[in-house]
């Protein structure tokens, strides 16, 4: 089995930047930092509402290529057009509600079946666009996943991380297990998000089949604890 891989989303650095209307963090420093650590890939969510990443800065990360680009899209023409344009090194097709903090379920396959359709078909015509779809740990998007023909899933582990808190996980950890084994059978890549830390991210990379993980909001905010002390300390150096 191959070694997992882990993408960064960095949806978050460019919250943070917008919240200050500053220019930094610039993208790009973040890019180049998270390549010199071995990460495999970034992240980057365009969402309708432009609330954390800007087209601006997709189409700076795309032409800079630092790291492979995961483009995490709603399936609508607007996005299929961007995707087809800018071309990045893969695409994941996401839900989306504008008044969700975040990525709140996987996508209804099913009675989606005709729009990812005919977006996968176009985005498809760029052969080099991997394409992947985020879903739940359920055996029948999986098999529609298929059938749709994207190279990946990737499976939602919201709901077992929210569990996980609370030490009911088991259930929703042999299904997402599972559903990995399952559509790593069928010949899927299978990629795993959402939620994963430091605490509970352990039990995800025990399951063999998946081979890679993408994860966003415990990387920055653990980060403030692991890297608290050094700023603080160089701050104090100079003052001192
Ligand atoms: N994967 C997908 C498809 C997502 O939508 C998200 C959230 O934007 C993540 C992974 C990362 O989730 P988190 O920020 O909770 O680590």
Same mark, same amino acid.
């Not at 008044?99 to 005919?118: A, H, I, P, R, W």
């Given at each position: 089995?191959?070694?997992?891989?882990?993408?960064?989303?960095?949806?978050?650095?460019?919250?943070?930047?917008?919240?200050?209307?500053?220019?930094?963090?610039?993208?790009?420093?973040?890019?180049?930092?998270? &390549?010199?650590?071995?990460?495999?890939?970034? $992240?980057? =969510?365009?969402?309708?509402?432009?609330?954390?990443? !800007?087209?601006?800065?997709?189409?700076?990360?795309?032409?800079?290529?630092?790291?492979?680009?995961?483009?995490?899209?709603?399936?609508? @023409?607007?996005?299929?057009?961007?995707?087809?344009?800018?071309?990045?090194?893969?695409?994941?097709?996401?839900?989306?509600?504008?008044?969700?903090?975040? $990525?709140? *379920?996987?996508?209804?396959?099913?009675?989606?079946?005709? %729009?990812?359709? +005919?977006?996968?078909?176009?985005?498809?015509?760029?052969?080099?666009?991997? $394409?992947?779809?985020?879903?739940?740990?359920?055996? @029948?998007?999986?098999?529609?996943?298929?059938?749709?023909?994207? @190279?990946?899933?990737?499976?939602? $582990? *919201? &709901?077992? +991380?929210?569990?996980?808190?609370?030490? !009911?996980?088991?259930?929703?950890?042999?299904?997402?297990?599972?559903?990995?084994?399952?559509?790593?059978?069928?010949?899927?890549?299978?990629?795993?998000? =959402?939620?994963?830390?430091?605490?509970?991210?352990?039990?995800?990379?025990?399951?063999?089949?998946? +081979?890679?993980?993408?994860? *966003?909001?415990?990387?920055?905010?653990? +980060?403030?604890?692991?890297?608290?002390? %050094?700023?603080?300390?160089?701050?104090?150096?100079?003052?001192?």
């Amino acid at each position: 089995m191959k070694k997992l891989r882990l993408g960064v989303n960095i949806d978050h650095f460019a919250t943070l930047r917008n919240q200050r209307k500053e220019v930094y963090i610039d993208l790009i420093d973040v890019a180049k930092t998270l &390549k010199n650590m071995d990460v495999n890939s970034i $992240t980057v =969510h365009l969402r309708e509402d432009r609330r954390h990443i !800007k087209d601006n800065d997709l189409e700076n990360l795309v032409k800079a290529n630092i790291l492979p680009i995961n483009l995490e899209m709603a399936p609508t @023409n607007e996005m299929r057009k961007i995707c087809k344009t800018l071309s990045p090194f893969a695409c994941c097709i996401v839900p989306e509600k504008r008044s969700e903090l975040t $990525t709140e *379920g996987g996508l209804d396959v099913k009675n989606n079946l005709s %729009n990812l359709e +005919s977006i996968l078909f176009e985005i498809k015509q760029k052969k080099q666009i991997r $394409t992947s779809l985020f879903i739940e740990p359920d055996m @029948n998007q999986i098999k529609l996943a298929k059938k749709l023909g994207v @190279n990946a899933i990737e499976i939602h $582990t *919201g &709901k077992y +991380s929210n569990l996980f808190e609370i030490g !009911k996980y088991n259930t929703e950890l042999k299904k997402i297990t599972e559903a990995a084994n399952f559509a790593h059978k069928l010949g899927l890549e299978v990629h795993a998000g =959402h939620g994963l830390n430091l605490r509970n991210v352990k039990n995800i990379i025990d399951i063999k089949s998946i +081979s890679e993980l993408n994860i *966003g909001y415990s990387i920055v905010a653990q +980060s403030i604890f692991s890297g608290l002390k %050094n700023v603080i300390e160089m701050y104090k150096k100079m003052m001192n």
